[in-house]
Nanobody, 126 residues
Framework: VQLVESGGGSVQVGGSLRLSCVAS????????MGWFRQIPDREREGVAG???????SYADSVKGRFTISQDNAKNTVYLQMVSLRPEDTAMYYC??????????????????????WGQGTQVTVS
């Protein structure tokens, strides 16, 4: 599966953005999908994950502010972000893996399972 992110940009503190991840080559329903973010010189961290049945997981730092969703007809995963903070500034990546169980992206070890990655989209909050 190939993943292409879009929707990043610059926004003021308290603003909102919606990131999109369009998948091609396979259907997202066959994958555990996730959003990750990375700041230069820091480890990449899990932000939100979603399973084919719609179950979701979130990092504590974004819970209540970010919402992950999927549109199977469009083969697209979204990350709606509201109440953005300067610390949300990062490169955001969409990722996927095919497995019999989708683990929460809250756990750093889960990231190693994701073997399909997009190129990223930059989010800057100031």
């Amino acid at each position: 599966v190939q993943l292409v992110e879009s929707g990043g940009g610059s926004v003021q503190v308290g603003g909102s953005l919606r990131l999109s991840c369009v998948a091609s080559g396979d259907t997202i329903g066959r994958y555990c999908m996730g959003w990750f973010r990375q700041i230069p010189d820091r480890e990449r961290e899990g932000v939100a994950g979603i399973e084919s049945d719609g179950s979701t997981s979130y990092a504590d730092s974004v819970k209540g502010r970010f919402t992950i969703s999927q549109d199977n007809a469009k083969n697209t995963v979204y990350l709606q972000m509201v109440s953005l903070r300067p610390e949300d500034t990062a490169m955001y990546y969409c990722a996927a893996y095919s497995g019999s169980w989708c683990y929460s992206v809250r756990f750093p070890s889960t990231q190693r399972l994701f073997n399909y990655w997009g190129q990223g989209t930059q989010v800057t909050v100031s």
